[in-house]
């Protein structure tokens, strides 16, 4: 299996839809992370999580909500989203949020908001 | 606060010739550094890393990147380039918020090989 999986890789909602985005890793690590890709910006980080607990909420509007069961799973629940908010939503792992080991990423959920 | 920023949106270069990406960071402490790629409807992918070992630093798929202190750059080079190589290229810095590392991402630089 690869390092770390999301599903849907497309999803597209209306605006008073509610959906969900899943991400595994099968890496072992204790650190997982929800990125907003969106085009000509950098990387915006919205959530961090360290062995289930989260260690960053970087801003992000309530419509976005995370929830991570155990330190292999994250999801991010969609609610009453916007058009700005189509965008690739990216899922990373890393082997703890207090060393400096690279983030391995997920291959991203494509959303489109109508 | 640390930032990166690369110059270039967009880059291209000939087939076999030479690749170079610009970075440059801002720290006030020393950085761990980090160039990603991107292929098309993929997450990213790590090509290499600086962590204060040595200064020059090999990944995969024949790319390097040279740490300069001097003028705070992490440029990435590969001596000739490949049509695989057209992607997009993310610099990256990390930096630790009470114990808590997060990485902070430029902008991105897309390559385009030339046949």
């Known amino acids: 299996e690869t390092g770390v999986t999301q599903t849907p890789r497309h999803l597209v909602m209306g605006m008073t839809n509610k959906k969900s985005l899943k991400c595994e890793q099968h890496?072992?690590?204790?650190?997982m992370y929800w990125y907003k890709q969106s085009a000509k910006k950098p990387l915006e980080l919205m959530f961090v999580?360290?062995?289930?607990?989260?260690?960053e909420n970087n801003s992000v509007p309530s419509r976005f909500s995370p929830e991570c069961p155990n330190s292999s799973h994250l999801f991010l629940h969609l609610h009453t989203l916007q058009p700005e908010d189509s965008a690739l939503y990216l899922c990373?792992?890393?082997?703890?949020?207090?060393?400096?080991?690279?983030?391995?990423f997920g291959e991203g959920s494509r959303l489109t908001v109508l | 606060a640390q930032s990166v920023t690369q110059l270039g949106s967009h880059v291209s270069v000939s087939e076999g010739a030479l690749v170079l990406l610009r970075c440059n960071y801002s720290?006030?402490?020393?950085?761990?550094l980090f160039w990603y790629v991107q292929y098309p409807n993929q997450g990213l992918q790590l090509l290499l890393k600086?962590?204060?070992?040595?200064?020059l630093v090999k990944g995969i798929n024949g790319f390097e990147a040279e740490f300069k202190k001097s003028e705070t750059s992490f440029h990435l080079t590969k001596p000739s380039a490949h049509m695989s190589d057209a992607a997009e290229y993310f610099c990256?810095?990390?930096?630790?918020?009470?114990?808590?590392?997060?990485?902070?991402f430029g902008t991105g630089t897309r390559l385009k090989v030339l046949a």
């Open positions: 990373a792992s890393s082997p703890g949020t207090t060393n400096t080991g690279e983030l391995f």
């Open positions: 890496l072992g690590h204790n650190a």
């Open positions: 999580y360290s062995l289930e607990e989260r260690v």
């Open positions: 720290s006030s402490v020393p950085p761990y």
């Open positions: 600086y962590t204060s070992a040595a200064t």
């Open positions: 990256a810095v990390s930096q630790t918020t009470s114990g808590t590392y997060k990485y902070i």
